[in-house]
């Protein structure tokens, strides 16, 4: 059995552009594939994204999808084995290793996906549709009620933000902050790194961070997702007068389950299972709910 989280967001059409009719999309999408294979790729500054329509959905059936992150020539892992030491992989021409995730898209503006170690984020579908489709759509991370209380309870009163980062190219363009940001704390080379930005342990217990460096971070949080992998807010509760903490990328709307495996293929899921599963905490959530005492990050940051 996959261990596998499974990670609620809030879907939303972009401002200024077509409405995102996710059903229309992903037959769209499929149509154009059934025509021509390549057009579930898009490579762009050597970032290869594939996508595949599991089936498309309807008025009350949400659309789900395979993506795909793939890895080119020059990216491939290598074999490794303590006598031969490292060697190549054999793939042919048309074959790449890849790490992969499911999405369901319901219709009432909620998307679920499953979450492994190394599974793409909801933005690299995004960035295919954008690329392939010139279809927009953006995709908020959802925060359970409590998360939301204590945010709103030290709003005003950061002391302290940690974040790690990567450093996805596809994901680099046009990302106001954090494009700013990753050249000035790790430059062009590193593809990764970790800094923490805040008053110190030492300074001035009533010295909190700027307003406008507060919105900044958050803003961060809410639509760089694919590049953080950690992101921890500490600040003075307004309710328990102590410094309290968050973390933005860990509390999120999700559940866990375990996954059977696909017999050729250990490290992969069954794909019924998973839609199945995803339907499930789907279900579960309206049926108790979570989603009406959850918040978005946009909430989040103007609520």
């Known amino acids: 059995m996959l261990k596998r989280k499974l990670v609620f967001y809030r879907w939303s059409s972009v401002a200024g552009r077509t409405v995102f ?3 229309a999309v992903a037959q769209c999408l499929a149509q154009e594939i059934a025509a021509n294979s390549s057009s579930q790729m898009v490579e762009k500054d050597g970032v290869i994204t594939a996508v595949e329509v599991v089936e498309p959905g309807g008025d ?7 993506v795909l992150a793939l890895r080119g020539e020059e990216d491939r892992p290598f074999k490794w084995d303590p006598d031969g030491s490292i060697g190549p992989i054999s793939l042919l021409a048309n074959e790449y290793p890849a790490d992969a995730t499911h999405i369901s898209i319901w219709p009432d503006g ?9 599974s793409p984020r909801l933005s690299r579908l995004a960035f295919f549709l954008r690329q392939r489709l010139r279809e927009y759509v953006q995709f908020d991370p959802l925060y359970d009620q409590e998360a939301f209380r204590r945010l709103k309870e030290m709003e005003g009163q950061f002391r302290s933000f940690e974040i790690a980062m990567t450093k996805p ?17 790790a ?35 809410a639509q760089a997702s694919d590049l953080l992998t950690g992101m921890v807010v500490r600040g003075r509760s307004r309710r328990t007068n102590r410094v309290e903490e968050v973390n933005l990328l860990t509390d999120r709307l999700s559940t866990e389950v375990e996954l059977p495996q696909r017999a050729d293929i250990p490290s992969a899921p069954r794909v019924e299972s998973v839609f199945f599963e995803l339907e499930q905490a789907y279900k579960d959530f309206k049926r108790r ?3 009406e005492t959850t918040s978005t990050a946009e909430l989040m940051r103007k609520g």
């Open 21 to 23: 009719d996710p059903p």
């Open 60 to 66: 009350r059936d949400p659309a789900k999808f395979r």
């Open 110 to 118: 909620y998307c679920a996906h499953d979450m492994g170690r190394y």
């Open 169 to 185: 190219e596809y994901a680099m363009r046009g990302r106001g902050t954090f494009g700013n940001l990753w050249p000035a704390v």
């Open 187 to 221: 430059g062009e080379e590193l593809p990764s790194v970790r800094v923490s930005l805040g008053m110190g342990r030492y300074g001035p217990k009533d010295r909190y961070i700027d307003q406008h460096i507060e919105e900044d971070l958050l803003e961060l949080a």
């Open 289 to 291: 709910g979570v989603f």
